[in-house]
């Protein structure tokens, strides 16, 4: 069994920068794409960013294209989600992900996603 830990997130204020990491465990993590989704109060989980098993491909929400960078580092069995110039409406819990197999290009969806992290809170103050 696939397990993901996200060690943690953080208060930052508007406009700052903020690095999130999810490490695997369990499986040959370079079997898996990853992806990033994020749940704020009230609303649905909405994906953020994804990329494939090579790291070749990715793809990201409109909201955040410029601003977010997701990168993966097979060695370390490690996905990351680089943010900067944050916003406060970037607040919300972030969820990690992983689905299996080697596929060609980078899902947006929720339910092809095999294994999900604890999420960790990302707080962006004005």
């Known amino acids: 069994q696939v397990q993901l830990v996200e060690p943690g997130g953080g208060l930052v204020q508007a406009g700052g920068s903020l690095r999130l990491s999810c490490t695997a465990s369990g499986r040959t993590f370079s079997n898996y794409a990853m992806g990033w989704f994020r749940q704020a109060p009230g609303k649905e989980r909405e994906f953020v960013a994804a990329i494939t098993w090579s790291g070749g491909i990715t793809s990201y929400v409109d909201s955040v294209k410029g601003r977010f960078t997701i990168s993966r580092d097979n060695a370390k069995n490690t996905v990351y989600l680089q943010m900067f110039s944050l916003k406060p409406e970037d607040t919300a819990v972030y969820y990690c992900?992983?689905?299996?197999?080697?596929?060609?290009?980078?899902?947006?969806?929720?339910?092809?996603?095999?294994?999900w992290g604890q999420g960790t809170q990302v707080t962006v103050s004005s």
């Open positions: 992900a992983a689905r299996g197999g080697r596929y060609m290009y980078p899902s947006v969806k929720e339910s092809e996603y095999d294994y």
